[in-house]
Nanobody, 115 residues
Framework: QVHLVESGGGLVQPGGSLTLSCAAS????????MGWFRQAPGKERELVATIYNNGQTNYADSVKGRFIIARDNAKKAVYMQMNSLKPEDTAVYYC?????????WGQGTQITVSS
């Protein structure tokens, strides 16, 4: 059984910064891809950022230049530094880890950007 635990969510002002963390516990094989998704009220869940085994990263256009994704394979963790936050970044953020066989989701953490 694999359990992903997210932390770092909360309320921040526009222009502020926040860091999300996600760590896997339990028995897990080699992790291929790690990523972050988000879902705003009334919208579909969307991919925010991904990071691959070779360190290559991809970002949604809406966050490019503002967010940074990183991984720590030894800790089985993925992080995302979120800078210059905007009200439209308000959403529930979910981490996702992919092994050769399975996909695992975090429980979600609320990010609210408001004055």
């Amino acid at each position: 059984q694999v359990h992903l635990v997210e932390s770092g969510g909360g309320l921040v002002q526009p222009g502020g910064s926040l860091t999300l963390s996600c760590a896997a516990s339990g028995s897990i094989d080699s992790i291929n891809v790690m990523g972050w998704f988000r879902q705003a009220p009334g919208k579909e869940r969307e991919l925010v950022a991904t990071i691959y085994n070779n360190g290559q990263t991809n970002y949604a256009d809406s966050v490019k230049g503002r967010f940074i994704i990183a991984r720590d394979n030894a800790k089985k963790a993925v992080y995302m530094q979120m800078n210059s936050l905007k009200p439209e970044d308000t959403a529930v953020y979910y981490c996702k880890l992919e092994t050769f066989r399975f996909h695992y989701w975090g429980q979600g953490t609320q990010i609210t950007v408001s004055s």
